[in-house]
């Protein structure tokens, strides 16, 4: 089971810290992987005991049995290829966080709109001259009138909705 060192003939272990990693590594991503669905674990190559394993902590609440089920399932998966599955995972995320600055690029459209008028309205219309300008203008109009009168944002919301529409139209022509 150990091998010996050829020069000392001493066993040479396992590095514990380095097991120790690994297996954290291993228990984040098969935590992870309870969030997918159990067509998506199919579709990555995932055999259906390995599915149904993870389906087995999937159904537990977050509690000391799930942790046990958890541990059960990541030596399970022990010797399993999750790379596929790793892959799928970082795609996934790469995707939220280009979703979330799209958002946030839209939300700072509009607050600029709100500020500053008609500068930013040109801004705008430069970068997406398919614009219907009267009724952007007419949006953040409500949307300044709403703020000055400490109303809650609903124009504020209407104006949002307006913009990722807008923007989503752009992005598929651009495709």
């Not at 091998?3 to 935590?31: C, H, M």
């Not at 993870?54 to 030596?75: D, F, T, W």
């Not at 709100?114 to 398919?130: H, R, T, Y």
């Amino acid at each position: 089971m150990n091998e010996q060192d050829p020069v000392d003939g001493r066993a040479i272990r396992p590095n514990k810290s380095q097991q120790k990693r690994e297996i954290a590594a291993r228990t984040e991503l098969v935590e992870k992987m309870t969030g997918l669905t159990d067509r998506e674990l199919e579709r990555l190559g995932l055999s259906d005991d390995m599915i149904e394993e993870v389906g087995r902590v999937r159904a537990i609440k977050p509690s000391g049995a799930r942790k046990r089920q958890l541990k059960h399932c990541v030596k399970y998966l022990q010797d399993a290829d999750l790379s596929q599955v790793e892959l799928y995972l970082a795609d996934r995320q790469s995707q939220q966080v280009g979703i979330n600055q799209a958002l946030h690029r839209l939300e700072r459209w509009r607050d600029r709109l709100i500020a500053e008028g008609d500068q930013a309205m040109q801004d705008l219309l430069s970068e997406l001259p398919m614009l219907d300008r009267q009724q952007l203008r007419q949006m953040v109009r409500d949307a300044q009138r709403e703020r000055e009168q400490g109303k809650p944002a609903g124009a504020g919301r209407k104006l949002f909705r307006h913009l990722r529409e807008l923007f989503e139209a752009d992005t598929e022509i651009d495709l």
